[in-house]
């Protein structure tokens, strides 16, 4: 038999926890006022509410950045330039292919150099100077080349060489007169008295 001292010390270490399920058993047999009784196992349905996740802020667009403003040097630079294709153009072109006429002949000399660049430089060389296609026409009107004379040069340009490929010129339309100013020209070559390039028209006097 359980002595009174052994009972005290037996109460005294459950007295908390019975105390404790006293209380738990008083509060679900005893509900409030205006509520009903609730079973203990059944768990209270959770706050829809108080769950749900507040919504995300919008997150505003960042600002373009201010474009810079053009500063003083640059708007100097953006400034129209002034044309000058007009003055390029009045100016003398002169350059290492373009140099100014060393000769100034009369115009039935003159009219004789751009018919040869026409229809004779294709195949006798720019500036009579010659190619490996057709006779040097330098060294062939010298007095002891076989074209020596005027006649003999219009002879030949005009009934051409068909069999060294060079064509029948008064066939295709050359006049006499442009075959004496070309022979005019290319006589001037072969005498150097005409340097080669674009020689100067005599001023008509």
């Not at 010390?9 to 007295?15: A, F, G, I, L, S």
């Not at 490996?132 to 080349?145: N, R, Y």
């Not at 008064?170 to 022979?183: E, P």
Request: proline residues 12%.
């Amino acid at each position: 038999m359980m002595t009174s001292s052994a009972r005290g010390e037996v109460w005294r270490r459950c007295h908390p926890t019975v105390l404790a399920v006293l209380a738990l058993l008083a509060g679900c047999e005893r509900p409030r006022s205006g509520e009903p009784a609730r079973d203990i196992a059944t768990p209270p349905a959770p706050d829809t509410q108080a769950a749900a996740a507040p919504a995300p802020e919008p997150v505003a667009a960042p600002k373009p950045a201010a474009e810079p403003q053009p500063t003083a040097s640059a708007k100097q630079d953006t400034a129209p330039k002034q044309d000058t294709t007009t003055q390029t153009a009045e100016a003398p072109l002169r350059d290492i292919y373009h140099q100014p006429p060393r000769d100034t002949v009369p115009q039935n000399v003159y009219d004789g150099w751009k018919q040869y660049n026409l229809n004779c430089a294709r195949c006798h060389g720019e500036d009579v100077l010659g190619t490996t296609i057709a006779s040097h026409l330098l060294v062939s009107l010298k007095p002891d080349g076989p074209i020596n004379t005027k006649e003999l040069f219009i002879q030949v340009v005009c009934a051409g060489r068909p069999e060294k490929g060079m064509p029948a010129w008064c066939a295709l339309g050359m006049d006499l007169s442009k075959i004496n100013d070309i022979y005019a020209y290319v006589k001037g070559r072969s005498e150097a008295k005409i340097g080669p390039g674009r020689p100067a028209l005599e001023p008509e006097g």
